[in-house]
Nanobody, 115 residues
Framework: QVQLVESGGGLVQPGGPLRLSCAAS????????MGWYRQAPGKQRELVAR???????NYEDSVKGRFTISRDVAKNTVYLQMNSLKPEDTAVYYC?????????WGKGTLVTVSS
């Protein structure tokens, strides 16, 4: 009933910025939270950042001060502004949302940080 569509992934040089977007569509009631996870090759999927309906945010320690999560409530969209990117940020980034009583995942967008 709910689809999450990510955009903005791609190739970026170390130190550069990139902004990811995730738009939720479908039968949307209350979006309790939206966030971003990532999974690098050979590693487990980990939470990068999330934002609740009340605006509270959480960040993985390694991205604090570099990444900023925000939302546009009217557009049911969450953003992840990534600055000062490092090669170790390379991963598939997945949008995540809790809508009503259910959880949803996007299909992922690849971010590659390389010279």
């Amino acid at each position: 009933q709910v689809q999450l569509v990510e955009s903005g992934g791609g190739l970026v040089q170390p130190g550069g910025p990139l902004r990811l977007s995730c738009a939720a569509s479908g039968s949307i009631g209350t979006i309790y939270l939206m966030g971003w996870y990532r999974q690098a090759p050979g590693k487990q999927r980990e939470l990068v950042a999330r934002i609740t309906s009340g605006g509270s945010t959480n960040y993985e320690d390694s991205v604090k001060g570099r990444f900023t999560i925000s939302r546009d409530v009217a557009k049911n969209t969450v953003y992840l502004q990534m600055n000062s990117l490092k090669p170790e940020d390379t991963a598939v980034y997945y949008c995540y949302a809790v809508v009503g009583t259910r959880s949803y995942w996007g299909k992922g967008t690849l971010v590659t940080v390389s010279s």
